[in-house]
């Protein structure tokens, strides 16, 4: 056996552990990249009776309003949520929302149900979920369909 043999059999170890670490590190940055996925309404939207869900593939995002506090419940656990109340300028007012009994259920006491109390009224609404790196958006209306 030659040195250089020798040297490449020393070598090969260290080099196999270095590029295993090195693709973890890879592969763990990769899935903490921003990545935005686009929310549509399942059906049309009336928040204040509770029938409000958005989905983006296998992740689901209700939004309900109850006695003026809005509440976002998701299927899997958020990093944060914010809700956006866009007036008739297309102005929007955010709302970050703060985490409740668990990282499932999110709310915020808004102005919602005084906007849209009236039967037929309409809002746009808007939300940004995250769940880490992932930013999951939508806008949409929510249209009253009857007293809630």
């Given at each position: 056996?030659?040195?250089?043999?020798?040297?490449?059999l020393?070598?090969?170890?260290?080099?196999?552990?270095?590029?295993?670490?090195?693709?973890?590190?890879?592969?763990e940055?990769?899935?903490?990249?921003?990545?935005?996925?686009?929310?549509?309404?399942?059906?049309?939207?009336?928040?204040?009776?509770?029938?409000?869900?958005?989905?983006?593939?296998?992740?689901?995002?209700?939004?309900?309003?109850?006695?003026?506090?809005?509440?976002?419940?998701?299927?899997?656990?958020?990093?944060?949520?914010?809700?956006?109340?866009?007036?008739?300028?297309?102005?929007?007012?955010?709302?970050?929302?703060?985490?409740?009994?668990?990282?499932?259920?999110?709310?915020?006491?808004?102005?919602?149900?005084?906007?849209?109390?009236?039967?037929?009224?309409?809002?746009?609404?808007?939300?940004?979920?995250?769940?880490?790196?992932?930013?999951?958006?939508?806008?949409?209306?929510?249209?009253?369909?009857?007293k809630?």
């Open positions: 056996m030659n040195k250089h043999t020798k040297l490449a020393m070598v090969a170890p260290v080099l196999a552990i270095g590029g295993y670490i090195a693709s973890d590190f890879w592969v940055d990769q899935a903490s990249a921003t990545r935005i996925f686009q929310m549509t309404p399942e059906n049309s939207c009336d928040v204040l009776a509770g029938n409000c869900v958005l989905l983006a593939e296998d992740f689901k995002l209700n939004i309900f309003d109850d006695n003026g506090k809005t509440t976002v419940n998701s299927t899997f656990p958020l990093d944060t949520a914010t809700l956006f109340l866009v007036d008739k300028n297309d102005q929007a007012t955010s709302y970050p929302l703060q985490m409740s009994d668990s990282p499932y259920y999110w709310y915020r006491q808004t102005p919602l149900r005084a906007t849209i109390s009236q039967v037929g009224d309409t809002h746009k609404i808007r939300v940004i979920a995250t769940i880490k790196g992932g930013q999951y958006i939508s806008e949409f209306y929510t249209q009253t369909g009857s809630g």
